[in-house]
């Protein structure tokens, strides 16, 4: 089960991420007995949006994100920044970024098409605080919609220091 810095009970946390499981799983049993592209297309988007709106864990975040937050007003560890609280200290959410570590489209792709399983998908699902240049290197280099597995590679190859929390 992923760590998480918000106020849930141990108990209500299980139950969350047991029926996030049970759910991708069966979503992705009726995928797979789909025949047409478009009705596939369309299951796709399902799932992509599930992923995106359910619960997005803050793991780590770039070194100069963590420069900018506190030049921001923001004073506390930056994994405990969420993404609603960013207009705070963004208001138009430009200066900082709520980056997905694994692009939705390709962790979407990968579980649906069964490269990776559920627990993997859910343990993948995580955010990553960057600067907004950070964020346009990411994209320069090819990485906005694939990490091709490994995002810390990626990161690195684009000259992104990290803060990792384990």
């Given at each position: 089960?992923?760590?998480?810095?918000?106020?849930?009970?141990?108990?209500?946390?299980?139950?969350?991420?047991?029926?996030?499981?049970?759910l991708?799983?069966?979503?992705?049993?009726?995928?797979?007995?789909?025949?047409?592209?478009?009705?596939?297309?369309?299951?796709?988007?399902?799932?992509e949006?599930?992923?995106?709106?359910?619960?997005?864990?803050?793991k780590d975040?770039?070194?100069?994100?963590?420069?900018?937050?506190?030049?921001?007003?923001?004073?506390?560890?930056?994994?405990?920044?969420?993404?609603?609280?960013?207009?705070?200290?963004d208001?138009?959410?430009?200066?900082?970024?709520?980056?997905?570590?694994?692009?939705?489209?390709?962790l979407?792709?990968?579980?649906?098409?069964?490269?990776?399983?559920?627990?993997?998908?859910?343990?993948?699902?995580?955010?990553?605080?960057?600067?907004?240049?950070?964020?346009?290197?990411?994209?320069?280099?090819?990485?906005r919609?694939?990490?091709?597995?490994?995002?810390?590679?990626?990161?690195?190859?684009?000259?992104?220091?990290?803060?990792?929390?384990?």
């Open positions: 089960m992923p760590r998480t810095n918000r106020k849930m009970t141990d108990t209500e946390l299980e139950l969350y991420f047991k029926d996030l499981s049970g991708l799983s069966d979503m992705k049993s009726s995928y797979k007995k789909l025949k047409s592209e478009q009705a596939k297309k369309l299951w796709i988007r399902i799932v949006r599930l992923l995106r709106y359910s619960y997005t864990e803050t975040y770039s070194v100069n994100a963590e420069k900018v937050a506190k030049k921001l007003g923001f004073d506390g560890e930056l994994i405990n920044l969420q993404w609603h609280q960013q207009p705070k200290y208001q138009k959410r430009k200066i900082i970024f709520h980056e997905h570590a694994y692009p939705l489209t390709e979407t792709r990968d579980f649906l098409e069964g490269k990776i399983d559920v627990q993997t998908c859910i343990g993948r699902k995580f955010c990553v605080w960057v600067t907004a240049q950070e964020n346009q290197i990411l994209n320069d280099k090819g990485y919609n694939t990490r091709n597995g490994d995002w810390l590679k990626c990161y690195k190859d684009c000259g992104i220091e990290l803060v990792i929390n384990k």
